[in-house]
């Protein structure tokens, strides 16, 4: 049994381009302020599964956003889980089935509205609840 355990905290993130004011965009969606993911792997005589779970915090629009501005400043935080089930069938051959987004989770409301028409971020963050559960099977020889 292997776990991992990540967590990033972005306290400040500026984006700047060329001579104009920095833009603090920690916090805006794509750029939330906390993220993290915790694995657990279960290996035994060749078999291995794989339960990952992704932590995605809660994001603004757009900081510079204020109650009076808006009526939804931004959404809720979201967390996504995927699995994977291995066998290593000899030391050269392996099979993998892979299912990306177990429970369907879709993005939170309303992720996907972007500002201004720029999809980028929220795509970007909240692909795997856009396409949904997604099944993939693979195999890997290795010739030596």
């Known amino acids: 049994m292997q776990t991992s355990a990540h ?7 500026k984006s700047q381009i060329a001579t104009a004011s920095p833009n603090d965009i920690a916090g805006q ?5 906390s993220k993290g993911s915790i694995d657990l792997l279960y290996a035994n005589h060749g078999f291995s599964w794989d339960w990952q779970g992704i932590f995605i915090g809660p994001a603004n629009f ?19 889980i995927n699995s994977t089930l291995g066998m290593k069938v000899t030391p050269a051959f ?22 201004g028409g720029n999809f980028v971020n929220s795509t970007t963050t909240y692909f795997s609840g856009i396409i949904g559960r997604s099944l993939q099977l693979s195999a890997d020889y290795k010739f030596f």
Do not use: C, H, M
Request: glycine letters at 8%; proline letters at 6%.
């Open 7 to 13: 967590y990033l905290d972005t306290q400040r993130l």
């Open 29 to 33: 969606i794509g750029y939330s302020k």
């Open 62 to 80: 757009n900081n510079q956003n204020t109650s009076t501005s808006q009526n939804i400043l931004g959404v809720g935080s979201w967390w996504l």
């Open 94 to 115: 392996q099979v993998q089935f892979i299912i990306n987004n177990v429970f369907n989770k879709e993005p939170p409301f309303p992720a996907l509205a972007g500002t």
